[in-house]
């Protein structure tokens, strides 16, 4: 169980990583980007957000899976994958929800078959 809490300790603080490592990348160019491309605010915020939203569904108790897959844009955050049950997709639904910067969740989680 102690093993279990390092690793989700470990996964979440590479995450946080690499987002910060992301979004510190800068550009050589120096022409001001176009009106559809994100800006490198967006970017960074969005990063963010995803490295929460992954923190967060790794430490919900009320969650049971590890095979989910977090995209943001625009502070939309996609969900894919698969849980155990739809009350496992719901409670993915809740804990991104209440993440700070998510406007909106898309989820697309699929309820895997069970065996």
């Given at each position: 169980?102690?093993?279990?809490?390092?690793?989700?300790?470990?996964?979440?603080?590479?995450?946080?990583?690499?987002?910060?490592?992301?979004?510190?990348?800068?550009?050589?160019?120096?022409?001001?980007?176009?009106?559809?491309?994100?800006?490198?605010?967006?970017?960074?915020?969005?990063?963010?957000?995803?490295?929460k939203v992954k923190a967060e569904l790794l430490g919900?108790?009320?969650?049971?899976?590890?095979?989910?897959?977090?995209?943001?844009?625009?502070?939309?955050?996609?969900?894919?994958?698969?849980?155990?049950?739809?009350?496992?997709?719901?409670?993915?639904?809740?804990?991104?929800?209440?993440?700070?910067?998510?406007?909106?969740?898309?989820?697309?989680?699929?309820?895997?078959?069970?065996?």
């Open positions: 169980m102690k093993r279990i809490l390092i690793l989700k300790t470990a996964a979440g603080a590479a995450c946080m990583t690499f987002a910060l490592l992301a979004g510190a990348q800068t550009t050589t160019n120096s022409s001001a980007p176009a009106a559809s491309s994100e800006s490198m605010g967006q970017h960074v915020d969005d990063a963010t957000i995803t490295t919900a108790k009320n969650v049971k899976s590890e095979h989910i897959h977090v995209k943001t844009r625009k502070g939309v955050v996609s969900l894919t994958g698969t849980v155990p049950s739809a009350e496992d997709r719901d409670n993915a639904r809740q804990v991104v929800e209440g993440v700070s910067g998510v406007t909106s969740v898309k989820n697309h989680l699929k309820v895997s078959a069970a065996s």
